[in-house]
Nanobody
Framework: QVQLVEAGGGLVQAGGSLRLSCVAS????????MGWFRQAPGKEREFVAV????????NYLDSVKGRFTISRDNAKNPVYLQMNSLKPEDTAVYYC??????????????WGQGTQVTVSS
């Protein structure tokens, strides 16, 4: 079992930055691919970014490429999502998720509770 806890959300003006973190507890860490998803009000949850268990591979939603960076330091546990040049359309609850499967992940086995990101115009 893996437990995930996100932190770092908040209110920021358009053009600003935030760094989200996801701390995992439980066994077999760090052998999981880790992803970030988001869900805006009235919309379905969407994929944002994912990083392989080794940190050597990443994928991003097209609309965040060049603005968001996912990273991990397996020695220190957290997975980060650095978000720069934020836009009002980035406003959502952001979720961290862990996948035990192969790369790229097709499903995620564990989810955090989410952290709110609000970008004002």
């Amino acid at each position: 079992q893996v437990q995930l806890v996100e932190a770092g959300g908040g209110l920021v003006q358009a053009g600003g930055s935030l760094r989200l973190s996801c701390v995992a507890s439980g066994r077999t860490w760090p052998g999981y691919n880790m992803g970030w998803f988001r869900q805006a009000p009235g919309k379905e949850r969407e994929f944002v970014a994912v990083i392989s268990w080794s940190g050597g591979s990443t994928n991003y939603l097209d609309s965040v490429k060049g603005r968001f960076t996912i990273s991990r330091d397996n020695a220190k546990n957290p997975v980060y999502l650095q978000m720069n040049s934020l836009k009002p359309e980035d406003t959502a609850v952001y979720y961290c998720a862990a996948s035990r499967g192969s790369w790229p992940p097709k499903q995620y086995d564990y989810w955090g509770q989410g952290t709110q990101v609000t970008v004002s115009s």
